[in-house]
């Protein structure tokens, strides 16, 4: 007889989970590091595990940073002591970043930004010596760019010539609007997120850097930079490591 399928929700906390503890077991998670948590319904089980085995002993004197206000108010409730990259604690730089991601390509490029965090999550990603994305099955992709529309934040100022100029790299752009609340989506600082897609897959290492010269640009969801380990849960309820 065959076993029941997990649902989308349920491998999204087994893979969190279980990056959680095989790193710590690979000792790649330990007392006394600093390290970025991100955002989204993946990471917060991860952040929900970090603070399990902060609390039963295993970790002592982890230092985190969170990736915006969603991920802030974990940390608080948990009980997890949250800084600022500029902090004298962290210095700029972390140990270890863990995330959730829209899209995984074949060479582990990825799609950020579903939950419109992509600024600090990149901050935080490109900063960290080791990243680590935690995702379902659903997440991992052929090729990244025309499926999942790319999360482009932008100053407010500039949005009607970013368009025009994102147009002539050949993406359709539309301007993400909120949800329980009237006009555009405003990011945890105060921009504007256009959500951009191709017809044919473009090169998201070309177009990472292409985008971030457009005036008015701030940051894309393209992450093709400092390659992550990735955990992927499986509907069969094993986890696969890329
Ligand atoms: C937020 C993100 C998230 O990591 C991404 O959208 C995946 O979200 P989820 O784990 O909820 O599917 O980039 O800005």
Known sequence: MSEKELSQGEQKILAARTAIDTLINEKKIFSGMKIGLGTGSTAMPAVQRLAERIKDGTLKDIKAVATSFQTTIACEDLQIPVFSMN??????????????????????????????????????????????????????????????PLPVEIIPEARVSVIREIEKLGAACTLRQGVKKAGPVITDNGNLILD????????PVEMEKALNRITGVVEN?????????????????????L
């Not at 972390?94 to 600024?119: Q, R, T």
């Open 87 to 148: 902090a004298k604690q962290i210095c700029g730089g972390l140990d270890l970043a863990i995330d959730g991601a829209d899209e995984v390509s074949p060479e582990k490029n990825l799609i950020k930004g579903g939950g419109a965090a992509l600024l600090l999550e990149k901050i935080v990603a490109y900063n960290a010596k080791q990243f680590v994305i935690v995702a379902d099955s659903s997440k991992t992709v052929p090729s990244i760019g025309t499926k999942f």
């Open 221 to 241: 969801g393209f992450f093709t930079q400092n390659k992550p380990i990735v955990f992927v849960a499986q509907p069969d309820a094993t986890v696969k490591r």
């Open 196 to 203: 951009i897609l191709w017809q044919t897959p473009p090169d």
